[in-house]
């Protein structure tokens, strides 16, 4: 029997990047996993969803490229080439995932782990084993949420692990959630001609995101084609030949209403794979189970992996991270939390700072968000000095046509601290990193505005929203 000082359960990006930083501390690695390297992120999210959303992106900028000065005949597209441009993205990024593993001389080891004790696991696959492991590591991740009485068929009715392989655009798509992911495919799929309807049963799209923001991309994304009803819930579906009948209900009047469409992709968030395998995604098999009973590891009443502060199960040796112990859902949230969960494995005091985790969502106009809404940071007590600017005043956005949206930037008014900031905009996922940077340095509106800001750049609106909360503002 092989003994290894640790082994991961999963390869997404918590699994394998907790892996790597413990080989890069001498430990003895193991990862098990019954797929591809790279789990959901790599293949079914992240990856493959950012490719087509750029395909998405570009056609629309030649739908629309006459406002440039160009002109063109007979544009059009083959989507099933749009499907195989992601899952080469996807298949290059599984490589690269098996050469990190080569490089740190970590042993990966194809098949479903089981636990069979707090220091055994039981690889069942092609060539299946037990291994020996001091200590174990469960990064198993997550798979869409459906809702009762909805059956995923593949065909009509589909999550977004469907969704990400399906070779056709419909006509019509009706998405029940209007969250980061439903919001990324009714981009992609309003940019291809669907005729695109959301139903959402919070007060807004993106919930948990800034309410301006949220204001913001509804006026964009409507004016873009879509349909988006807003305190709405699905209460039943009807399938024909082809397409689906489904009925929604106003959480605010109770008036129901039908919607027809040829596809209803339902987006309605994630839960833990964290025992009893789903059977919805297409990798796992009925009642296959990881033992968690077994050994002693509980889960809460929402069906996450109960951990501590360093990230132990409530079975010595056994640790979680990632998607499987809750929090926001996020691939940079479940490295960090892999790299804390092994430094503290070896004595450090490292720790996740959850106000700090930005959350990104791809479409167009992007929408990147980091710490305390204003609505967050007022319900915690504080004064706040908050601080925008549109893009439609930055001279960079108006040169190449991305005038959509505003930075808008929350600080304490008494300490000047920065708490939060929120963009939607082109380019907004890379500018959120520089506030992420500023938010850790404890940076004030001082020296956001003082730091000198290449002109034209479209990072400019973020030194003049600090400029607004100090009421300097200089270009609006």
């Known amino acids: ?101 080569k490089k740190n001389k970590i042993t990966l080891i194809s098949g479903t782990g089981r636990l069979t004790s707090k220091h055994g696991i039981s690889v069942i696959g092609k060539e299946s084993q037990d291994i020996e492991s001091e200590r174990i590591l469960l990064a198993t991740g997550s798979v869409p949420r459906t809702l009762p009485g909805l059956k995923i068929d593949g065909k009509i009715v589909m999550t977004s692990d469907e969704a990400i392989m399906h070779p056709e655009v419909p006509r019509s798509v009706v998405i029940i959630g209007g969250g980061y992911i439903g919001m990324e495919f009714a981009y992609v799929y309003n940019s291809f001609g669907s005729k695109v309807t959301i139903v959402e049963m919070e007060k807004q799209i993106l919930p948990g995101a800034d309410e301006e923001i949220a204001k913001e991309a509804k006026k964009i994304f409507t004016k873009q084609g879509m349909t988006i009803l807003n305190e709405t819930v699905y209460k039943s579906l009807k399938k024909t030949s082809g397409s689906a009948t489904v009925t929604v209900e106003s959480t605010v009047s109770g008036e129901q209403s039908t919607l027809k469409a040829d596809m209803v992709l339902v987006s309605v968030g994630r839960r833990a794979i964290a025992n009893a395998a789903p059977t919805s995604f297409a990798f796992y098999e009925t009642g296959d189970s990881m033992g968690l009973e077994d050994v002693g590891v509980e889960l809460d009443e929402r069906g996450f992996i109960k951990t501590d502060e360093d990230y132990m199960t409530t079975c010595a040796n056994i640790y979680a991270i990632g998607d499987v112990i809750g929090g926001p859902m996020l691939a940079h949230k479940a490295s960090e939390e892999g790299v804390v969960a092994v430094e503290r494995m070896k004595g450090m005091n490292s720790k996740v700072h959850y106000d700090s985790i930005p959350g990104c969502v791809y479409c167009q106009p992007e929408v990147a968000m980091i710490g305390l809404t204003e609505k967050q940071a007022k319900d915690r007590g504080h004064d706040v000095d908050i601080g925008k600017f549109p893009f439609r005043a930055a001279g960079k956005a108006v040169a190449v046509g991305e005038t959509d949206g505003f930075v808008k930037m929350v600080f304490d008014s008494k300490t000047k601290e920065l708490l939060g900031s929120h963009i939607i905009g082109h380019g907004a996922t890379e500018m959120i990193a520089e506030i992420g940077v500023a938010k850790t340095l404890e940076t004030t509106p001082y020296e956001i505005a003082t730091t000198q800001h290449a002109h034209p750049t479209l990072s400019e609106a973020v030194m003049e929203a600090a400029l607004d909360a100090l009421g300097r503002v200089r270009n609006f």
């Open 1 to 101: 029997m092989e003994k290894f000082d640790l082994t991961v359960i999963g390869s997404g990006p918590g699994g394998y990047i907790s892996a790597i930083r413990a080989a890069q501390m001498g430990m003895k690695v193991a990862v098990v996993e019954r797929d591809k390297p790279g789990g959901v992120c790599l293949n079914w999210g992240c990856i493959p969803s950012k490719a087509i959303l750029k395909c998405a992106e570009m056609y629309s900028h030649f739908l629309h490229s006459e406002s440039y000065g160009i002109t063109h005949k007979g544009l059009s597209f083959d989507y099933s080439e749009v499907i195989k441009k992601s899952r080469k993205a996807s298949t290059s990024l599984n490589r690269g995932v098996e050469g990190l593993f």
